[in-house]
T-cell receptor, first 109, second 116 residues
Framework: EDQVTQSPEALRLQEGESSSLNCSYT??????LFWYRQDPGKGPEFLFT???AGEEKEKERLKATLTKKESFLHITAPKPEDSATYLC??????????FGRGTSLIVHP | DTGVSQDPRHKITKRGQNVTFRCDPI?????LYWYRQTLGQGPEFLTY????????KSRLLSDRFSAERPKGSFSTLEIQRTEQGDSAMYLC??????????????FGPGTRLTVL
């Protein structure tokens, strides 16, 4: 059974204070690792898909990286509008993504 | 706005009543997914369709839950004899790709269900 553990559960940063979110996973044959952003009361918004260890993708202040056991979402010089819950999901042998519980990020001005 | 719409956005019902939710996916997307999300949890897979065929159902989906996607367009999710434990956000997502395992899923805004 695919498993995803995200840490920390919650993170508070000052504006401009860079940090990283972690997604540890156990999957039988990784097919894809996905990062989503979710604002309160809304559906998740797609950010990145990573397919193999060593792959990296960037979008504005966000950079996602992947190893064989975990993925990191690096946030560089965050702004208050980056405040959200960041969800990680993996798909493997079951084909259907398994989501983690998310990391709630608050960026203070 | 991803282009996926869900209706209604909020539903309050009494225990034992039946409820039905609708999802309209992005028009050219052939796969449609339903998830349930409770506070502090990630989305939990319920079922998915490829065109009009329901290909997979979570073992968590009891016989009180049924989903349809007639003609491979919109989809409905019905919950019969609702229970307080059914209170959650119900999310719909659509996708178009070579494989369900690598789909980029576009989520709708969700339907918030409260069972009293």
């Amino acid at each position: 059974e695919d498993q995803v553990t995200q840490s920390p559960e919650a993170l508070r940063l000052q504006e401009g204070e860079s940090s990283s979110l972690n997604c540890s996973y156990t999957v039988s044959g990784l097919r894809g690792l996905f990062w989503y952003r979710q604002d309160p009361g809304k559906g998740p918004e797609f950010l990145f898909t990573l397919y193999s260890a060593g792959e990296e993708k960037e979008k504005e202040r966000l950079k996602a990286t992947l190893t064989k056991k975990e993925s990191f979402l690096h946030i560089t010089a965050p702004k208050p509008e980056d405040s959200a819950t960041y969800l990680c999901a993996v798909s493997g042998g079951s084909y259907i993504p398994t989501f983690g519980r998310g990391t709630s990020l608050i960026v203070h001005p | 706005d991803t282009g996926v719409s869900q209706d209604p956005r909020h539903k309050i019902t009494k225990r034992g009543q039946n409820v039905t939710f609708r999802c309209d996916p992005i028009s050219e997307h052939n796969r449609l997914y339903w998830y349930r999300q409770t506070l502090g949890q990630g989305p939990e897979f319920l079922t998915y369709f490829q065109n009009e065929a329901q290909l997979e159902k979570s073992r968590l989906l009891s016989d009180r839950f049924s989903a349809e996607r007639p003609k491979g367009s919109f989809s409905t999710l019905e919950i019969q004899r609702t229970e307080q434990g059914d209170s959650a956000m119900y999310l719909c997502a659509s996708a178009r790709g070579a494989s369900a395992s690598t789909d980029t899923q576009y989520f709708g805004p969700g339907t918030r269900l409260t069972v009293l």
